[in-house]
């Protein structure tokens, strides 16, 4: 994938080569670099007179969310999140350069916030780079919602299996298992996402010079309040896996407890038995071995007791 220069010309947006960019410089223009080390950025990074340590910052990936001041420009550090599934999260590590009139947004691969703005903005709905910018971080934002939500479901499932009466918790791994990576996805979502939100307070507070238009402060402060509304959800949803987790635990342990006191009362009837057989076992003269009657005896001593301690432990709920 090549990148792309969307020039706003005369009420119209159109595609022009990145070597054009000098030409163009006092129009509203979006760069979009779909690889971050393609050649063409440090073209672009020279065309702009972008700073070498903002260009390095983005072709590195894993940056955390950011934004810094430059002399002549801001550099940015943002994700978008989607999940294709419930259990997969992928992460879009966007680096955007802010400068007089135009944005550099540098990525890997294609995105779906990419083509949503893309399409506003040929469309004629986005008509300076504030606008241009605050509609990519608001996409962005929105995506983080599904997301969250399909985490949310993927807690509430399993609080269902933990909740549900007579649940059989005897594989304790597979529960467990799935509980932790939901634990560590939801770690991951707020360390991602968290930090996003001092880029945002910058963007309220108008530092910008190039974005400081009339209004525009209030639509990225819809986009912060947004952010807001995410981490909350998202120290909620943590919040509910550490009690699940911790509900599974005692399910586990009190079903462990149930075994251990059947078993124990099962020992204790089975000792009873066990003292009455080796009384009848010792090799004494005295003991008339041959006789049926004490044998009968002894059995309906034996089955007594058992059926009297069974009946007591019964009485007592250890059974």
């Not at 022009?16 to 163009?24: A, F, G, L, N, W």
């Not at 606008?131 to 919602?145: E, P, Q, S």
């Not at 560590?184 to 963007?203: C, G, M, N, S, W």
């Not at 004490?294 to 069974?310: N, P, Q, R, T």
Request: net charge negative; aromatic share 10%; hydrophobic share 45%.
């Amino acid at each position: 994938m090549t990148a792309r220069l969307l020039v706003r010309d005369e009420g119209a947006v159109v595609e022009r080569p990145t070597e054009e960019i000098p030409d163009h410089r006092a129009k509203p223009c979006w760069i979009d670099i779909p690889d971050r080390h393609s050649p063409e950025l440090e073209r672009v990074a020279h065309d702009l007179g972008l700073h070498p340590l903002a260009v390095e910052d983005a072709t590195e990936r894993d940056e955390r969310p950011k934004i810094d001041q430059y002399e002549n420009h801001y550099f940015i550090v943002f994700y978008a999140i989607e999940s294709p599934s419930p259990d997969v999260v992928d992460y879009h590590e966007f680096s955007i350069f802010v400068v007089p009139n135009a944005i550099v947004t540098v990525h890997d691969g294609e995105c779906a916030a990419v083509a949503q703005v893309e399409k506003r903005f040929r469309e004629g709905h986005l008509q300076t780079t504030g606008l241009l910018l605050h509609a990519l971080l608001d996409t962005m934002v929105d995506g983080y919602f599904p997301v969250v939500d399909h985490v949310g479901e993927r807690v509430e499932l399993l609080e269902e299996f933990i909740a549900e009466s007579g649940r059989d918790t005897r594989d304790t791994r597979t529960p467990l298992k799935e509980l932790f990576l939901v634990k560590h996805d939801l770690l991951h979502l707020r360390k991602t996402i968290a930090p996003e939100r001092e880029v945002l307070q910058v963007l309220v507070r108008g530092d910008l010079r190039e974005l400081r238009e009339a209004g525009l402060r209030v639509y990225f402060q819809d986009v912060y309040d947004h952010i807001i509304r995410v981490t909350e959800e998202i120290d909620t949803f943590r919040e509910l896996t550490s009690n699940v987790i911790d509900a599974y635990l005692a399910a586990a342990s009190n079903r462990l407890n149930e075994v251990m006191k059947v078993l124990t009362s099962i020992a204790t009837v089975l000792l009873v038995l066990t003292v009455v057989t080796g009384f009848f076992g010792q090799n004494w003269d005295f003991i008339p071995y041959g006789s049926a009657t004490l044998f009968w005896l002894s059995m309906a001593v034996a089955g007594i007791l058992a059926v009297g301690l069974v009946m007591y432990f019964r009485r007592r709920g250890w059974l």
